[in-house]
């Protein structure tokens, strides 16, 4: 059975950080990736940020265009925990935010958690 929870999500001030978790069930190293995306009111779902297994020397990373330079992503191989380090937030960072890894060519999600950017 493929779990992953997210946790970490609340409300911050336009400039602010938080730092999302999600843990899986499993070794993260079974899975072929690992990414959080996020959904806003009213828009699709989209793809923030995304972590291949790479083995012990790392993977591949991958960003959205609107959070480059202001998320990472990031893995804790021993807590089988990938992190999404989240800084110079906007309002346009609202969102429910997704933990999504591929395991075996089949996606599992986790149940979101909401990130709020509010003054």
């Known amino acids: 059975q493929v779990q992953l929870v997210e946790s970490g999500g609340g409300l911050v001030q336009p400039g602010g950080s938080l730092r999302l978790s999600c843990a899986a069930s499993?070794?993260?190293?079974?899975?072929?990736?690992m990414g959080w995306y996020r959904q806003a009111p009213g828009k699709q779902r989209e793809l923030v940020a995304s972590?291949?297994?790479?083995?012990?020397?790392?993977?591949?990373?991958n960003y959205a265009d609107s959070v480059k330079g202001r998320f990472t992503i990031s893995r804790d191989n021993a807590k089988n925990t990938v992190y999404l380090q989240m800084n110079s937030l906007t309002l346009d960072d609202t969102a429910v935010y997704y933990c999504?890894?591929?395991?075996?060519?089949?996606?599992?999600w986790g149940q979101g958690t909401q990130v709020t950017v509010s003054s």
């Open positions: 999504r890894g591929t395991f075996r060519n089949n996606g599992f």
């Open positions: 499993r070794s993260i190293f079974s899975f072929s990736v």
């Open positions: 972590i291949t297994s790479g083995g012990t020397s790392g993977g591949n990373l």
